[in-house]
């Protein structure tokens, strides 16, 4: 018994994409941003321009001043901030806190993907915290009284 065997090729396999064109694809970015005590973490991506803070969308958050406060970055971005999708987590502080601390995520996030400095300088010419922070913290408690500054009163005179 003899057998024939025929040479029978196995299929090609689709090549897979470089990792530059993988790098394109799933560019992500993380940014972080802080005012006070919150800390906020923005992750980027290439999208539709859906905005997410701590799980609720950008049009439906509240109060109404921090979502203001939040959206500043987006509206100077203009075009440039509606390809993206902005996924924020904020800890920490009051509601202003972390409305200011993901509104500086989102504005360098924004300047760190596009890389454009025309967008730099308007942030900075609109106002300058977007992008460099504010130091300012809360100033202890000390003794002698109920808060930073304020004394028990004397009343012997």
């Known amino acids: 018994m003899s057998e024939v065997v025929e040479n029978v090729e196995k299929p090609e396999k689709p090549e897979k994409p470089g990792r530059a064109e993988k790098a394109e694809k799933k560019r992500i970015l993380l940014m972080t941003g802080k005012r006070k005590t919150a800390i906020a973490r923005a992750l980027v991506r290439a999208g539709r321009g859906n905005v997410i803070v701590n799980g609720i969308p950008l049009p439906t958050f509240t109060p109404e001043i921090a ?12 075009e440039r901030g509606k390809a993206l999708d902005f996924n924020v987590k904020v800890k920490g502080g009051g ?12 504005a360098k996030s924004l300047i ?10 308007t942030m900075i010419s609109y106002d300058r915290t977007m992008l460099a922070g504010d130091p300012r913290q809360k100033e202890p408690k000390k003794f002698g009284g109920p808060g930073a500054r304020r004394r028990e009163q004397k009343s012997y005179r």
Request: net charge positive; aromatic share 6%.
């Open 112 to 121: 760190q993907w596009t890389r454009s400095s025309e967008l730099r300088k």
């Open 95 to 106: 509601f202003m806190g972390q409305a200011e601390a993901a509104r500086m995520a989102i």
């Open 67 to 78: 979502r203001i406060k939040i959206s500043e970055p987006l509206l100077l971005a203009g």
